[in-house]
């Protein structure tokens, strides 16, 4: 009785802090992606060329999730208007982002200097899906190489995603991937889900995925501007 009181104080607790964190987001008028995957499934690779297709028109920061190193963050500050990096290790959560890191990491983005906000999560597919972060889009990529069962295995985080993003198709020639039956059984968790087939070596899909993640940006600032008005903002996801 008394661990399952202490879990749910963990995540409720967990959950306040992402309203919060979304009424500042919404406030700045910073639409934020929280991209979830395995490690090495393309976190770091999908931001860098999400910014590169997208730099033109979205003022884009970063905060990188990331247990011990600097790397990925290295890879994208010259690339965004801002980067902050949280290293879990040492944390009471490393296997996941939370909303209260999310929290911190808000205070020290320039958040008036941008519209777009991608958040690259712990490479797991399993604590991620846990901690809402006070994001308005939750994104998972799913890699060839990692085998076309994942949604099976991990159902909890494909079934909460609201893209899913099939990346390294310049695999398929190598690997066995069923695409259609992968689909499916991410559809059979998650009828209104997103998918995009995506090379971010190559940079095929590339432009229909910038062209979602536009668009998503734009619809929110909409709704934003007219929420504003009428109900005086959002609620958490
Ligand atoms: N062939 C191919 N390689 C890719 C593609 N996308 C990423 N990679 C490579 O896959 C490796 C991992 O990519 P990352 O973007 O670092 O993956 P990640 O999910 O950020 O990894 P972690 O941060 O460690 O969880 C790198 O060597 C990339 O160059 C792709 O579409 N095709
Ligand atoms: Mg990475």
């Known amino acids: 009785m008394r661990k399952i009181e202490v879990v749910q104080n963990i995540l409720g607790a967990n ?52 247990v011990a190193s600097t790397l990925d963050a290295e890879k994208v500050k010259n690339e965004a208007v801002a980067v902050v990096l949280i290293t879990t290790r040492n944390m009471p959560e490393s296997c996941s982002l939370t909303a209260s890191m999310i929290a911190t990491a808000l205070k020290k983005l320039p958040l008036a200097d941008m519209d777009l906000l991608l958040i690259e999560n712990v490479g797991n597919l399993i604590c991620p899906s846990e901690f809402v972060l006070g994001e308005h889009r939750r994104v998972v990529i799913s890699s060839l190489p990692e085998g076309d069962d994942k949604p099976i295995k991990y159902p909890m985080i494909f079934a909460d995603a609201d893209a899913v993003v099939i ?13 259609a039956a992968f689909q499916e059984h991410v559809e059979g968790l998650n009828p209104r889900v997103k998918f995009f087939e995506v090379s971010c070596k190559t940079g095929a899909g590339m432009e229909n995925w910038c062209a979602w993640v536009q668009k998503e940006v734009e619809a929110s600032a909409y709704k934003s501007a007219s929420l504003n008005i009428s109900l005086g903002g959002r609620g958490i996801r």
């Open 167 to 179: 990346n390294k198709i310049d695999f398929l020639p190598y690997v066995e991937f069923d695409i």
């Open 15 to 66: 959950e306040s802090i992402a309203v919060q964190n979304k009424q500042i987001l919404d406030e700045s008028g910073v639409f934020a992606l929280n991209i979830m995957s395995s490690p090495g499934a393309g976190k770091t690779s999908l931001i860098l060329q999400t910014i590169a297709g997208l730099k033109d028109r979205l003022r884009i920061g970063v905060i990188e999730g990331d």
